[in-house]
């Protein structure tokens, strides 16, 4: 069977063009969409993601602002500044890297965001707007660009058996709720779930994403799913960037398969831009 491969990128460039003419409309309004980062430290992941981001809203018409922080700031500093850009009207959307250094409280930094600027989706109130279906907050991005994928490619959703690989607050809990939301009937396999191969052989969609690089082989697949993998990361020989799907495997028997990378990252920040862009029009 010839598999269908799911790339990002044309995902991200319609994304972009609809954002340039809303970001465009906003400006006439003497609104501009902002978005704030705040990063404590300079981790290199948060650092990259943070370059991808800064690329991705210039080119869109969002303006950034970046707000960095010193590895051993003080509580009172790091809450002071997180409020105050709460408080600020100019400010539509905060992206905030996690997990903060252990000596600050991450779950109090994460209640304390509000969820009207969460485009990152980590808040109770944006996880709760995901599971009512409702516009409070904002979905996650990774499960959002999961579920873009799919739309983007025209692979409709109702009625479809789902498996979902791993129960995390950032892609498993959420995209499985997005995906019922449209009509999907869906199983979310954890690491208590016996015989997790059968489960998802039974599935017409697999959605892996336990972070288990390389986790999932041919014997969790059949002819014609569509699997959608989540997972990035470096393969046990440090060799090359990988996926929770062993690729090699998927491609030929199932009907359809996103590469890693060149995926469901590569429309992650695509989608935390969106958010923004919704941001700044709820104000407008």
């Not at 995902?11 to 063009?17: I, P, R």
């Not at 890297?97 to 944006?126: I, N, W, Y």
Request: overall charge negative; glycine content about 10%.
């Amino acid at each position: 069977m010839e598999t269908q491969i799911l790339k990002g990128a044309p995902v991200a460039a319609a994304m972009n063009e609809t954002m340039k003419a809303d970001t465009a409309a906003l400006k006439e309004k003497g609104i501009v969409p902002t978005l704030a980062v705040l990063r404590v430290g300079a981790r290199a992941d948060d650092l990259s993601y943070e370059r991808g981001a800064m690329k991705r809203a210039a080119a869109v018409g969002i303006e950034v602002r970046n707000v960095v922080l010193p590895e051993d700031v003080d509580g009172d500093t790091f809450f002071r500044t997180l409020e105050e850009l709460n408080e600020d009207a100019s400010v539509h959307g905060i992206l905030m890297f996690r997990p903060l250094p252990k000596h600050l409280d991450g779950e109090k930094a994460r209640q304390m965001l509000v969820p009207s600027k969460d485009v990152d989706g980590c808040t109770d109130g944006s996880l709760a707007g995901v599971f009512t279906n409702t516009s409070l907050g904002f979905a996650p991005c990774t499960a959002q660009a999961a579920m873009e994928i799919l739309h983007y490619y025209g692979i409709p959703v109702s009625g479809l058996r789902a498996a979902v690989i791993g129960r995390s607050l950032v892609i498993g809990r959420p995209v499985a709720m997005m995906l019922m939301h449209e009509n999907a009937t869906v199983t979310v396999c954890h690491t208590r779930t016996k015989d997790v191969p059968a489960v998802t052989r039974e599935a017409d969609l697999v959605i892996a994403a336990s972070g288990q690089m390389e986790s999932v082989g041919r014997e969790y697949l059949r002819e014609g799913q569509i699997v959608i993998d989540v997972g990035i990361g470096w393969n046990e020989e440090k060799q090359k960037l990988c996926g929770d799907v062993r690729f090699e495997e998927a491609e030929g028997l199932v009907s359809a398969l996103t590469p890693v990378p060149g995926g469901v990252g590569s429309v992650t920040t695509a989608v935390l831009c969106r958010h923004v862009v919704d941001a700044a029009m709820k104000c407008g």
